[in-house]
């Protein structure tokens, strides 16, 4: 799988978090539930200062590698902070990211990444990764989805 090596600036996101692991396929079930829950009861749309209209998928907070718990939240960039009520607020740190783009449908084409990139020799930081939706088509077979991965 390609990518690229970019150097990110630091991102201020807001959005809801769970923490959840990949063991048993719990992740799975937890991003799907958050996904639906950020979307589908309108918390992504009343999130103020959005810089676009793209969602992200982080992934931070790890207590080891991809085998360990994590946290996950779906969120957006905003331009500036204020009183997100209970939503929670991370900074996403800038630095060295791997960056691949894949186009497909939104769950099916990131799940298949993520497999590719775990059997991948990368030197990751397991800092802050995540999933940028260009949110470019009304249809979800075809969308394009940046993944980052932090690298040391």
Request: glycine letters at 8%; charged letters at 30%.
């Amino acid at each position: 799988m390609k990518y690229e090596i970019v150097e990110l600036k630091k991102k201020i996101v807001v959005g809801k978090s769970i923490r959840t692991t990949n063991e048993n396929g719990q992740s799975m079930k937890d991003i799907g539930e958050m996904w639906q829950k950020f979307i589908g009861e309108g918390i992504y749309d009343n999130i103020q200062k959005k810089v676009d209209g793209k969602g992200i998928g982080l992934y931070t907070e790890y207590e080891g590698d991809a085998t360990k718990p994590y946290t996950f939240m779906c969120c957006c960039e905003v331009s500036a902070l204020y009183d997100f009520a209970d939503l929670d607020t991370k900074v996403i740190n800038g630095g060295k990211y791997a960056k691949f783009t894949v186009k497909g449908h939104v769950a099916i084409a990131v799940g298949k990444a993520w497999e590719e990139i775990w059997s991948m020799s990368l030197d990751r930081k397991y800092d802050m990764d995540f999933e940028l939706y260009h949110n470019d088509s009304e249809d979800m077979n075809h969308q394009t989805i940046d993944i980052f991965i932090s690298l040391n």
